[in-house]
């Protein structure tokens, strides 16, 4: 079994930063991609930023310049360093493993539980 546990969220003044963690626990035979995704209240969850196999990245046009993604060299922990936080950035946030769990199979989405961070203005 494939387990994400995010941690690093918390409650932040605009302006402000935080540094989220995802420690991936269990088999993946293959990991294609990793990203961050948040859900607002009442809004739909949405991609934030990625980060592929061969490393490269990409972010949501609303965090770009802001929020940096990145993965250990073990692969078990995806980081998101967020900077210059708003108060548009107060969400759940999610991180997702996609990949596959055995030779020959196909490539799954892995997700976290969440955790929330509050941008206060």
């Known amino acids: 079994q494939v387990q994400l546990v995010e941690s690093g969220g918390g409650l932040v003044q605009a302006g402000g930063s935080l540094r989220l963690s995802c420690a991936a626990s269990g088999s993946i035979f293959r990991i294609d991609g990793m990203g961050w995704y948040r859900q607002a209240p009442g809004k739909q969850r949405e991609w934030v930023a990625a980060i592929t196999s061969g490393g490269s990245t990409n972010y949501a046009d609303s965090v770009k310049g802001r929020f940096t993604i990145s993965r250990d060299n073990s692969w078990n922990t995806l980081y998101l360093q967020m900077n210059s936080l708003k108060s548009e950035d107060t969400a759940v946030y999610y991180c997702?493993?996609?990949?596959?769990?055995?030779?020959?199979?196909?490539?799954?989405?892995?997700w976290g539980q969440g955790t929330q961070v509050t941008v206060s203005s």
């Open positions: 997702k493993f996609y990949g596959r769990t055995s030779y020959g199979g196909s490539n799954h989405d892995y």
